[in-house]
């Protein structure tokens, strides 16, 4: 089994930075693909971010393209979401997911077996 803890969450002002960090333990991740999704009040989990596991090809939605980067250290089996020009609209709780597979489909959150418990991310204006 795989355990994913996600923190670096806080409040930060609008046009700010936040580093999260999805720490795996129970196995290696370094073969995984991983991602982050985010929920907000109300609405569907919504996809974020995706590295496959070389690390060197990743993907992201169209709303954080340019601002948020995602990374992964296999040494310390942790994965990053670094996000920089934060906005209002991105305040949410933020997930980390993982799956063994290297999936097709890494923008639905069914494809994922492994998740986090989730870190809030709160963006004052």
């Known amino acids: 089994q795989v355990q994913l803890v996600e923190s670096g969450g806080g409040l930060v002002q609008a046009g700010g930075s936040l580093r999260l960090s999805c720490a795996a333990s129970?196995?290696?991740?370094?073969?995984?693909?991983v991602a982050w999704f985010r929920q907000a009040p109300g609405k569907e989990r919504e996809f974020i971010a995706c590295?496959?596991?070389?690390?060197?090809?990743?993907y992201y939605a169209d709303s954080v393209k340019g601002r948020f980067t995602i990374s992964r250290d296999n040494a310390k089996n942790t994965v990053y979401l670094q996000m920089n020009s934060l906005k209002p609209e991105d305040a949410a709780v933020y997930y980390c997911a993982a799956d063994r597979d290297d999936i097709v489909y890494y923008f639905l959150a069914s494809k994922y077996d492994y998740w986090g418990q989730g870190t809030q991310v709160t963006v004052s204006s």
């Open positions: 129970g196995r290696t991740i370094s073969t995984y693909t």
């Open positions: 590295i496959r596991w070389t690390g060197s090809t990743t």
